[in-house]
């Protein structure tokens, strides 16, 4: 049987979860997950956004983005 020791508890105070910086959490990533592509995308201010497409949607996603960036 394990024992845990624990602090005794100060009037006025709980314990909180650690906070995580909101720093984009990561550089892009694109995978190959079963049949389709996986892109996940770091947002301003923190999370991602998840897309999932197919390799038809994949190649519309990267003709689209050069006809822009030129």
Do not use: C, H, Y
Not at 31 to 46: A, F, Q, S
């Amino acid at each position: 049987m394990a024992v845990v020791s624990r602090r005794p508890p100060v009037e006025g105070s709980f314990d909180m979860a650690a906070m995580k910086p909101r720093t984009g959490d990561g550089p892009l990533e694109v995978t190959k997950e079963g049949r389709g592509i996986v892109m996940r995308v770091p947002l301003e201010g923190g999370g991602r956004l998840v897309v999932e497409m197919s390799a038809d949607e994949a190649t519309d996603l990267g003709e689209a983005l050069k006809n822009v960036t030129g």
